[in-house]
């Protein structure tokens, strides 16, 4: 069975600009998390997909960071414009639906904001 | 919302010692408590997690114990390897969705 799958593995952007990234989650997982990963540091939920239903997006930066999940299937995270803050490795990871179900994490994204 | 605390932030261990890692967390409504190691560039690898209903998991040399009450949790590395070199993670959910990580633990095991 194919794990959780990311694109771009790696992003070096200029400030100002947009990017975007992609995540397919296990098949069956009607869960989506997308994760923020400063180095040092442990995931940061950003915002939290049932099927095709964004919740848990509080600690999204709504003013440049804007997510989707159509057909509650793959999933796309796009920043714009970027920011020097924003470079981090960037997670998806799937469950199958509960609170208490275990993630499986994609290998994520590396974004270098120059 | 939840708050996880990890420590200690690095641990070096000699091969065949013995590792624990220890967390807190505050929202008494958290039920479920992975564990996760990482890899230098790699993803999150979920090792062992535990269920607020067990006080106590093994698997292998690895073992996870739960104190609900004081609302700590630890992961016991025995005999370890240099292979298990990693950052390890703890986290906590349940109580809202929103699953919540500690900082890390930078585990090296020297040969």
Redesign the interface.
């Known amino acids: 069975e194919a794990g959780v799958v990311q694109s771009p593995r790696y992003k070096i952007i200029e400030k100002k600009q947009p990017v975007a990234f992609w995540c397919n989650p296990i098949s069956g997982h009607n869960t989506l ?1 997308w994760y923020r990963q400063n180095l ?6 950003l915002i ?1 997909y049932e099927n095709e239903e964004a ?2 997006d509080s600690q999204l930066p709504k003013d440049r960071f804007s997510a989707e999940r159509l057909k509650g299937v793959d999933s796309t995270l796009k920043i714009q414009p970027a920011e020097l803050g924003d470079s981090a490795v960037y ?1 998806c990871a799937s469950s199958l639906g509960r ?10 994204t590396r974004l270098t904001v120059l | 919302g939840e708050n996880v605390e ?1 420590h200690p932030s690095t641990l070096s261990v000699q091969e065949g010692d013995s590792a624990v890692i220890k967390c807190t967390y505050s929202d008494s409504a958290s ?2 408590f ?1 564990w ?1 190691k990482q890899e230098l560039g ?5 090792i062992i ?1 535990i ?1 607020s209903n067990v006080g106590e998991k093994k698997d292998q040399r690895i073992a996870v114990t739960l104190n609900k009450t004081a609302k700590h949790f630890s992961l016991h590395i025995t005999e370890t390897q240099p292979e298990d070199s990693a950052v390890y ?1 703890c ?1 906590a ?12 633990t930078s585990l090296i095991v020297h040969p």
């Open positions: 998390y040092g540091q442990g995931p940061e939920l939290r919740v848990d997670l609170a208490s179900d275990t993630q499986y994490f994609g290998p994520g | 990890q039920n479920y992975p996760y790699k993803r999150p690898q979920l997690d269920r993670f986290a959910s349940g109580g809202s969705y929103i699953p919540t990580f500690g900082r890390g």
